[in-house]
């Protein structure tokens, strides 16, 4: 199993931690609400979906997928994760994505982890380029984006099917400052 350090939030309240098999149950009453996956390409049946994923989010292979999930402190209520996927060790880049409970939305804690997990794969893992893809309607997930400093780089014309229609996405990347 693979252990990474962790990025660190500038705040008490809420930690990053990578993701365990113990967060399946949680992530998937998030997944599960049609706030959270309206604007994404997530489509699940069951919390027993998301075991194949954080398998790989544990693997000890460099270009295996890795997941943080934010929980609050004290109390270790779940929040939401972010992580890196699609990464390519030989090319030093990763695409970043992640959820939080549409309860926490408007706090600033999405930008809060995207800045944090950003300047993490800048600094830990090197990488030379992080970037997201965004679902055309999500306006949301652009902003928090934006805010971080990432660039809009153009429109990905039926990138991903969702729930059986081609979609667009908006492509954002990131480089080192």
């Excluded at 365990?20 to 599960?32: G, K, N």
């Excluded at 994505?97 to 090197?126: K, N, P």
Aim: charged residues 20%; hydrophobic residues 40%; contains cysteine.
């Amino acid at each position: 199993m693979r252990i990474e350090q962790v990025p660190c939030l500038p705040t008490d309240t809420a930690v990053l931690r990578q993701m365990t098999e113990q967060d399946i149950e949680a992530w998937y009453q998030c997944l599960s609400d049609p706030r959270v996956t309206e604007h994404t390409s997530w489509s699940l049946a069951s919390a027993a979906d998301l075991s194949p994923l954080v398998a790989a989010y544990l693997s000890n292979d460099g270009a295996s997928p890795i997941r943080f999930v934010l929980r609050s402190q004290p109390g270790g209520e779940f929040m939401g994760t972010i992580g890196f996927h699609t990464i390519s060790p030989h090319h030093r880049t990763a695409e970043i994505a992640y959820e939080f409970s549409a309860g926490l939305w408007g706090q600033g804690w999405a930008s809060m982890c995207c800045r944090a997990l950003t300047e993490w794969g800048f600094s830990q893992r090197r990488y030379v380029r992080i970037q997201a893809t965004v679902l055309d309607s999500n306006v949301a997930s652009a902003r928090v984006l934006e805010r971080c400093g990432f660039v809009f780089e153009g429109m990905l014309r039926h990138y991903r099917i969702v729930r059986g229609e081609p979609r667009s996405y908006r492509l954002y990347a990131k480089t080192p400052d």
